[in-house]
């Protein structure tokens, strides 16, 4: 599957952005989910993930109450609103594909993804 990662900007502090995530190739009703970011210096984190299979959702304690993600599997596109934005959250931001086939828990690490977006920049401003 191919992944595309849009939405990314530059906004102001309490600002929202919505990002999108349009897949090809193979239908996202295959896969587990996740949005990751990484800034500059640090290293790339889990934002939230949303399995296939019961529909879980995991947020990080970052932005838990201010993000939302969600997936269309028939429009084939994984989206996350970002509101109330903090400078904290400027970080280039990718979306990324995990077999749906895993019985465990919610993948958190970069390294349980296969499959990754090219990544869309997120800039806020204080």
């Known amino acids: 599957v191919q992944l595309q990662a849009s939405g990314g900007g530059l906004v102001q502090a309490g600002g929202s952005l919505r990002l999108s995530c349009a897949a090809s190739?193979?239908?996202?009703?295959?896969?587990?989910m996740g949005w990751f970011r990484q800034a500059p210096g640090k290293e790339r984190e889990i934002v939230a993930a949303?399995?296939?299979?019961?529909?879980?959702?995991y947020y990080a304690d970052a932005v838990k109450g201010r993000f939302t993600i969600s997936r269309d599997n028939v429009k084939n596109t994984l989206d996350l609103q970002m509101n109330s934005l903090k400078p904290e959250d400027t970080a280039v931001y990718y979306c990324?594909?995990?077999?749906?086939?895993?019985?465990?828990?919610?993948?958190?690490?970069?390294?349980?993804?296969?499959?990754w977006g090219q990544g869309t920049q997120v800039t806020v401003s204080s």
């Open positions: 990324a594909a995990a077999s749906a086939l895993f019985r465990g828990g919610i993948r958190t690490r970069p390294d349980e993804y296969i499959y």
């Open positions: 190739g193979r239908t996202l009703g295959a896969y587990d």
């Open positions: 949303i399995k296939l299979i019961g529909g879980n959702i």
